[in-house]
């Protein structure tokens, strides 16, 4: 449940960008950060772990109206990728209203994402949260990569791998390029105020 800043007048929430490591979570926070530098009023926080890190900032969006005359106060985070992490994936979920999961389009990444997407669930379980009922967005990240002859796994595949269950809205995209980052964001925001509109009547 978002966190409700009575003094302040805002709802605060929480959404976490998820997926296998290197699969360009932080590229999307970045690119989120730069595009949108003069809505963000916090800098941007980088907790390192070795060999990972978790990035996290807060901002206004714009046009998303309220939540029962509180002003809306977006938390973004990401977590670190890499398997040994688990504990902090784990800890940066807590609280957690949206999830955005970031999957690597590169073919040989393929195990990786499923891997990971199965990890999310476990771990959103731990605070009795499931995943077929949280706001979830899926990203195809990397497509940008098949101009330079990188093997992509078809988005067909993807949408089997992934999303045949949760049946989630999903976009190709690049976060190194910014295609289809805003809209990744927007969706996932829209999803999640919508769900809490639903929570607090």
């Known amino acids: 449940m978002a966190f409700i800043n009575l003094k302040k007048k805002e709802v605060q929430v929480k959404i976490v960008y998820y997926g296998p490591g290197r699969g360009g979570k932080t590229s999307n926070l970045e690119y989120i950060f730069k595009k949108f530098r003069e809505r963000i009023k916090s800098d941007m926080v980088s907790i390192k772990t070795h060999g990972d890190r978790t990035l996290y900032f807060d901002f206004f969006p714009f046009d998303i109206g ?4 509180y002003d809306i106060k ?3 985070y990401t977590v670190p990728g890499q398997v040994k992490y688990n504990a902090t994936r784990r800890l940066v979920l807590q609280g957690v209203d949206g999830v955005v999961f ?4 590169m073919t040989l990444r393929r195990e990786h994402n499923l ?5 999310l669930q476990e771990n959103l379980a731990s605070y009795n949260k499931n995943i077929f009922k949280i706001p979830l967005v899926m990203q ?10 990188v093997s992509l796994l078809p988005l067909e595949v993807m ?5 045949s269950k949760l049946k989630v809205p999903s976009l190709p995209g690049s ?7 805003v809209p990744t964001l927007k969706k996932i925001i829209s999803l ?4 809490l509109h639903k929570e607090l009547k």
Not at 66 to 69: A, E, H, L, V
Not at 115 to 119: C, P
């Open 102 to 105: 970031v999957a690597d389009s």
């Open 115 to 119: 891997h990971s997407l199965k990890n």
């Open 175 to 181: 976060a190194v390029t910014g295609d289809n980052v």
């Open 74 to 76: 977006v938390n973004l």
């Open 66 to 69: 309220q939540i029962k005359g």
């Open 140 to 149: 195809y990240n990397k497509r940008d990569l098949e101009q330079q002859g």
């Open 159 to 163: 949408e089997k791998d992934l999303n």
């Open 192 to 195: 999640t105020v919508a769900s």
